[in-house]
């Protein structure tokens, strides 16, 4: 029996095990390799994805839960690499290795969704439940601070525009 | 012209123009002319960059990028003396290739230091091909030329872009000696300069070994056996039936599950059982049975001797002891192993992965299974992360076999258990230390006896304070234990600099001394007159503990308590000043400054990122991490109880650098060593307790 899934904005059908977690869905039978293993148990964060938009670790996400569910990965998070969040990242070198990072983003994304203007407690609150074993936290942090300005920025020159 | 692949070459490298300009490493030792130039295609030689006539600069970066900023920094400081901007250069990754690069390895905080001069020749002497180009179209002296982003300027207001002159400037000859720029005017070293991978990460590209997918490829979990022990059967008749499963296989002591897809491999795993015969195995009451008889053993390697240790700690007025101890640990990269390996009927053997080493991994493969390492082709992903971990190449040798056996092309991945309990770890290490002070309180006697298991030397000898004090002693006892053990960032001294650094804490206190003015004192001794050989410069100590003591306010913020420590570990010098302040009844740490001589900073942003990387893993393994055996099984086996430290448990902390225009050391891992011991002394003078063994109890 075939599972349709919605991830990034495209609409799939895959004849595999519906017990397959999501993460291994989206490596192995969709290509998409952005999203990372860590750890495989809820601990690291490294395959943070959006279901519905909201910030969640896919390694332990059997497919069947998300069937009707809108699935966003860093690779659908925004079609250019602009995303404010991806913006700031590069602008103040967040990455050392690298690979804990589209978790980070994920999570970063999501986190200023909710809360376009984060203080700095819920930053630090909001990116604890993701490790990097590089170290690179203090970057994250104000990376985060820095994406929150651009999309402010951004928000009200489009405003601007459209008046 | 006979139409030869090299004419051919030539013919349609003029056609383009390009400049390429190759390096041998071999002949370059110290040697003249060891540069090549060539209009040809930079696949055809020893390439290190490349120019086309559009102006577009390409620099091969020859190291895999681990983490620690290298294919990042390397082309900078090529960039730098070829004077082009920054903008317009492209990096690429070079693939192994042992005909054209020495040194591709990453380790050892040696991949930039060993490079500097190299790549400023190999930009410098570019540069100078460029202008002599010019030089020679406009008819005016070479010396009147000078250049600007790429572009020569001649004495007459001419201007050729570096692009224009490729073709020509690659017929030049290769000069000697190349004049390199004044340190005053660079314009990319010492700045801060971007990851050249950062568009990939932050799109999710798939650049790391574990996101390779090749034609073909099957996917295999392995079990590894407990250390010690050897298979005695498997059953597998289950797995062998589950959907996707291609093969269960066993080979050396390991069984393999082959499948079609991770999760369907996974699955088949948990089906699988394995009975294993050991003796003996190892067990935490082993290990520390092992401890106690190598601090008992007259049998102790003595390591360095100066004056006479037994004879001035009998006179003394005061001694201070004690023990410290230091757990095995996981490097525990976010990456977890993996390795991809095509072993073909044809003998030839396609390996991809993310290794530190790939040179050995080609040998080793070549050697195991008796092909011919010519025909081993190694292609380099990006890693997350290594820590030293990626210097050991077992993880590809089993892919490699396991390829070989069943003769597909296969990728290895490890779980996270896996690679938690599947070897390679740091040593265990027991330190013990002994003091005799004068009655005065300055330390006459210094006594150490590291004993490690599986660690080798467990001490660094001729280390600081070492030159200072007139008696010494240093020892070493090596257990041999089955469970595997390998460099981890800042090997040996990511323990024993904690362990010495608080031991001469108690040495400060119980001398009445200022733990920052005793080790001034010793500095200014072991300068002066040195005990013995030393291996450090005392003016680059002092300095870096100077600065430490002025930009931490040492002992001036009220309310704060504060632990010192500084050391030496490849080649650079951190001194380290930890801020606490108890919360709750607990010490909890609030900042750190680090000052760092690690010669010219290459690349201010990643310098930056290295520093305080190091001083945040040197704080949580200090504080979290253990590795228990039992029955030759380690445990934890994941993050969720072997905890890494998080967001939400870092202090702030201020990276200072020396500004000296020495050339370039380590890196990667000289901050490390001297957290565990700042931290403990912070935390020691805001809560009188000491902490003898890592993981901390607080
Ligand atoms: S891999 Fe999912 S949280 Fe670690
Ligand atoms: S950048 Fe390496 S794990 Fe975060």
């Known amino acids: 029996m075939s599972i349709q899934l919605t991830i990034n904005k495209k609409k799939v059908s895959l004849d595999i095990d519906p017990n397959t977690p999501l993460l291994w869905t989206l490596r192995d039978h969709m290509s998409l390799k952005g999203t990372k293993f860590g750890c495989g148990i809820a601990q690291c964060g490294a395959c943070t994805?959006?279901?519905?938009?909201?910030?969640?670790?896919?390694?332990?996400?059997?497919?069947?839960?998300?069937?009707?569910?809108?699935?966003?990965?860093?690779?659908?998070?925004?079609?250019?690499?602009?995303?404010?969040?991806?913006?700031?990242?590069?602008?103040?070198?967040?990455?050392?290795?690298?690979?804990?990072?589209?978790?980070?983003?994920?999570?970063?994304?999501?986190?200023?969704?909710?809360?376009?203007?984060?203080?700095?407690?819920?930053?630090?609150?909001?990116?604890?439940?993701?490790?990097?074993?590089?170290?690179?936290?203090?970057?994250?942090?104000?990376?985060?601070?820095?994406?929150?300005?651009?999309?402010?920025?951004?928000?009200?020159?489009?405003?601007?525009k459209s008046a | 012209m006979k139409n030869t692949r090299r004419s051919f070459l030539q013919k349609t490298a003029l056609a383009t123009g390009a400049f390429c300009l190759g390096f041998d490493w071999f002949k370059a030792e110290g040697k003249a002319g060891a540069m090549v130039a060539s209009a040809v295609d930079a696949g055809r030689f020893n390439a290190y960059l490349e120019i086309s006539s559009l102006g577009k600069v390409i620099l091969y970066s020859p190291n895999p990028e681990i983490g620690q900023g290298i294919k990042t920094a390397f082309p900078v400081v090529v960039a730098e003396e070829l004077d082009v901007d920054w903008k317009d250069v492209e990096v690429r990754q070079a693939n192994l290739d042992t005909q054209h690069f020495e040194r591709q390895l990453t380790g050892g905080s040696g991949a930039l230091k060993h490079s500097w001069d190299r790549l400023r020749k190999a930009g410098a002497t570019a540069r100078q091909m460029f202008i002599q180009a010019a030089a020679q179209t406009w008819k005016v002296d070479a010396s009147t030329c000078k250049t600007a982003g790429g572009v020569v300027l001649g004495p007459g207001g001419q201007k050729a872009s570096y692009g224009s002159l490729a073709s020509l400037a690659a017929t030049m000859t290769v000069p000697a000696e190349p004049t390199y720029k004044n340190r005053k005017d660079y314009k990319i070293i010492g700045k801060r300069t971007k990851g050249v991978d950062n568009a990939n990460v932050v799109t999710g590209k798939p650049v790391f070994g574990l996101d390779i997918d090749k034609p073909g490829m099957v996917i295999a979990q392995i079990i590894r056996p407990p250390f010690g022990a050897t298979l005695k059967s498997f059953e597998a008749t289950d797995a062998l039936k589950m959907p996707g499963i291609v093969d269960v296989i066993s080979f050396k002591n390991k069984v393999a599950i082959v499948g079609q897809s991770t999760w369907q491999v996974m699955q088949a795993r948990a089906a699988v059982s394995c009975k294993y015969d050991g003796q003996n195995l190892e067990s935490e009451s082993t290990h520390k049975k092992w401890f106690d008889e190598g601090m008992a053993t007259d049998k102790a390697q003595v390591q360095r001797k100066d004056g006479d240790f037994q004879a001035a700690i009998a006179k003394a007025a005061k001694v201070v002891e004690a023990t410290y101890e230091c757990p095995f640990i996981s490097h525990s990269p976010m990456e977890p192993m993996n390795f991809f390996a095509d072993v073909r009927a044809d003998g030839s053997v396609l390996l991809a992965g993310p290794t530190q080493v790939p040179q050995s991994a080609q040998k080793a493969v070549a050697s195991l299974l008796k092909l011919d390492e010519k025909k081993i082709e190694v292609e380099l992903s990006k890693m997350g992360g290594g820590f030293g971990r990626r210097l050991n190449n077992d993880y590809a040798l089993e892919a490699a076999e396991l390829s070989s056996l069943i003769k597909k092309p296969v990728k290895v991945m490890w779980t996270r258990e896996d690679d938690m309990t599947g070897g390679i770890y740091r040593p265990a290490v027991r330190y013990h230390f002994k003091a005799g002070l004068d009655a005065s309180g300055n330390m006459i006697a210094f006594y150490l006896r590291g004993v490690g298991l599986n660690a080798g030397n467990a001490t660094r000898q001729d280390n600081f304070p070492v030159g200072a004090i007139d008696n010494v002693l240093i020892e070493s006892v090596n257990q041999v234990s089955s469970v595997t053990t390998g460099p981890w960032r800042a090997p040996i001294t990511n323990f024993l600099g904690y362990a010495e650094q608080a031991f001469l804490d108690e040495v400060a206190e119980a001398g009445g001394k200022d733990p920052i003015q005793m080790r001034l004192d010793w500095l200014a001794r072991a300068k002066s007159n040195p005990v013995g050989k030393i291996t450090y410069e005392p003016d680059r100590f002092i300095e870096v503990i100077k600065q430490a003591a002025e930009k931490s306010q040492w002992k001036k913020k009220p309310g704060v308590s504060q632990g010192f420590s500084v050391y030496f570990s490849h080649l650079s010098y951190v001194a380290q000043v930890a801020d606490a302040v108890m919360v709750n009844g607990k010490p909890k740490i609030t900042h750190v400054t680090a000052v760092t001589d690690c010669g010219e900073v290459v690349n201010l942003s990643g310098a930056e990122n290295q520093v305080k990387g190091a001083i945040i893993d040197g704080m949580g393994h200090a504080m979290f991490a253990k590795l228990r055996f039992n029955e030759g099984v380690a445990a934890p086996a994941n993050f969720n109880s072997y905890r890494l430290i998080r967001g939400n448990e870092i202090p702030t902390i201020d990276a200072h650098f020396v500004d000296n225009g020495i050339a370039p050391t380590g890196l990667g891992e000289p901050a490390l060593p001297p957290t565990g011991g700042s931290v403990a002394n912070a935390i020691y003078a805001a809560s009188k307790k000491r902490l003898y063994r890592q993981p901390f109890d607080i």
Do not use: F
């Open chain 1, 49 to 160: 994805v959006w279901v519905n938009g909201e910030a969640t670790r896919s390694c332990v996400l059997p497919i069947s839960a998300v069937a009707n569910a809108d699935i966003t990965t860093i690779e659908g998070l925004s079609e250019k690499g602009d995303h404010p969040v991806q913006v700031a990242w590069d602008q103040l070198d967040v990455p050392q290795c690298g690979y804990c990072q589209a978790g980070q983003i994920m999570t970063a994304a999501s986190l200023l969704k909710k809360k376009p203007k984060p203080t700095a407690t819920e930053i630090v609150d909001g990116m604890s439940g993701n490790i990097c074993r590089c170290g690179t936290y203090h970057r994250i942090q104000e990376a985060v601070k820095l994406a929150s300005d651009l999309a402010s920025k951004k928000k009200s020159s489009t405003t601007k």
